[in-house]
């Protein structure tokens, strides 16, 4: 059994940083079947533009219950995933179902984190390796 508590161990307001320290605690313990995902909240259109052009293998999606409610149809295609070579440049379609969230899952360490962290500075998200 375990406990799911997490205390800070480094404070900063600097992604870069963050990222340079996480690396170093991951050294102690990466495998050679590692993966690591990434996922970001987004809530401006240029936010959207700028995260579908640095995560082109990204995946957008709406998280918002009520979304479904108001537009069961769907016609963005958000109420599902929907990858970034789909999501259309120009904003009219989905720009009402803002924020949305981009995700990339299952990559090899070191193969997106700072693509990643450049495009999602100043937003909530995360990076998980496993």
Same mark, same amino acid.
Request: proline share 7%.
């Given at each position: 059994?375990?406990? $799911?508590?997490?205390?800070?161990?480094?404070?900063? %307001?600097?992604?870069?940083?963050?990222?340079?320290?996480?690396?170093?605690?991951?050294?102690?313990?990466?495998?050679?079947? =590692?993966?690591?995902?990434?996922?970001? +909240?987004?809530?401006?259109?240029?936010?959207?533009?700028? *995260?579908?052009?640095?995560?082109? @293998? *990204? #995946?957008?999606?709406? +998280?918002?219950?009520? @979304?479904?409610?108001?537009?069961?149809? @769907?016609? *963005?295609?958000? %109420? %599902?995933?929907?990858?970034? =070579?789909?999501?259309?440049?120009?904003?009219?379609?989905? =720009?009402?179902?803002?924020?949305? #969230?981009?995700?990339?899952? $299952?990559?090899?360490?070191? =193969?997106?984190?700072?693509?990643?962290?450049?495009?999602?500075?100043? %937003?909530?998200?995360?990076?998980?390796?496993?």
């Amino acid at each position: 059994m375990s406990i $799911d508590v997490a205390y800070p161990i480094f404070r900063t %307001h600097d992604p870069a940083s963050a990222l340079r320290v996480a690396r170093q605690l991951l050294a102690v313990g990466i495998q050679q079947c =590692s993966q690591v995902s990434v996922d970001v +909240e987004l809530r401006t259109i240029e936010d959207v533009l700028h *995260a579908r052009k640095a995560l082109p @293998d *990204a #995946w957008f999606r709406r +998280e918002d219950l009520e @979304d479904w409610a108001r537009d069961p149809n @769907d016609p *963005a295609g958000l %109420h %599902h995933e929907i990858q970034a =070579s789909q999501l259309s440049a120009e904003p009219a379609p989905w =720009s009402a179902h803002l924020p949305l #969230w981009a995700s990339v899952v $299952d990559q090899p360490v070191g =193969s997106i984190e700072d693509r990643f962290t450049a495009a999602a500075a100043g %937003h909530v998200a995360e990076i998980l390796w496993d």
